[in-house]
């Protein structure tokens, strides 16, 4: 089965980028989806179609995909933007999610 | 403005088969594309796929959980509805419903607040 691997925590530093990766374990998916997670909160659509934004969503959120690893910066980041990050795919008409990066802003 | 909402028992007993719906507006599941999913999130852990049903009725499981889900859709309504046997302690988590949009990417742009299950033990 596919499955999609993300660092558990990652840490960023007020106003510096940060980037959370996802792996799959093969070359898989054509596109990659981005949730962002605050606590005690629903998931929110950040990135769809590895890069699309939806509206409402501030640009210093950005995806990219290099085939098999999907990657979501944040540039500039701010305390707001401490929360859990998901990534997500669709594979053989199967959804697929990452397990989870916490991004912590220091 | 899309919406959905959760709703069905706060506890389920082991063994027992949890139904859940989904109701929702600011769309309609008969249009081309439109899909609901059905994700869970046990306390403290990350997200997990359950069940997607689309537009034209087909539906998609997650292997690891097909043989226990079960999810339908009332088009008129607007609902959907969500069905797992034989509940077990490890169920306990945070249903979500979401909208799917299938383009052809399946992604989830707007989720419904979550309602918490708990089996005990």
């Known amino acids: 089965s596919y499955e999609l691997t993300q660092a558990p925590s990652v840490s960023v530093s007020p106003g510096q980028t940060a980037s959370i990766t996802c792996s799959g374990n093969?070359?898989?998916?054509?596109?990659f989806s981005w949730y962002q997670q605050k606590t005690g909160q629903s998931p929110v659509l950040l990135i769809y179609?590895?890069?699309g934004r939806p509206s409402g969503i501030p640009g210093r959120f950005s995806g990219s995909n290099s085939g098999s690893t999907a990657t979501l910066t944040i540039s500039g980041t701010q305390a707001m933007d401490e929360a859990d990050y998901y990534c997500?795919?669709?594979?053989?008409?199967?959804?697929?999610f990452g397990g989870g990066t916490k991004l912590t802003v220091l | 403005q899309i919406t959905l909402k959760e709703s069905g028992p706060t506890m389920v007993k082991p063994t027992q088969t949890l139904t859940l719906t989904c109701t929702f507006s600011?769309?309609?599941?008969?249009?081309?594309?439109?899909?609901v999913g059905w994700i869970r999130q046990p306390p403290g852990e990350a997200l997990e796929w359950l069940a997607l049903?689309?537009?034209?009725?087909?539906?998609f499981y997650n292997p690891s959980l097909k043989s226990r889900l079960a999810v339908t859709k009332d088009t008129p309504k607007n609902q959907v509805v969500l069905t797992l046997t034989d509940m077990d302690p490890v169920d306990t988590a945070t249903y979500f419903c979401?909208?799917?949009?299938?383009?052809?990417?399946?992604?989830?742009?707007?989720w419904g607040q979550g309602t918490l299950i708990t089996v005990p033990s």
């Open positions: 979401a909208h799917g949009n299938l383009d052809p990417h399946q992604y989830f742009d707007s």
């Open positions: 093969r070359l898989g998916p054509k596109y």
């Open positions: 179609r590895d890069s």
């Open positions: 049903i689309h537009w034209d009725g087909d539906k």
């Open positions: 997500q795919a669709w594979d053989s008409n199967t959804v697929v």
């Open positions: 600011g769309f309609s599941l008969s249009a081309n594309g439109e899909g």
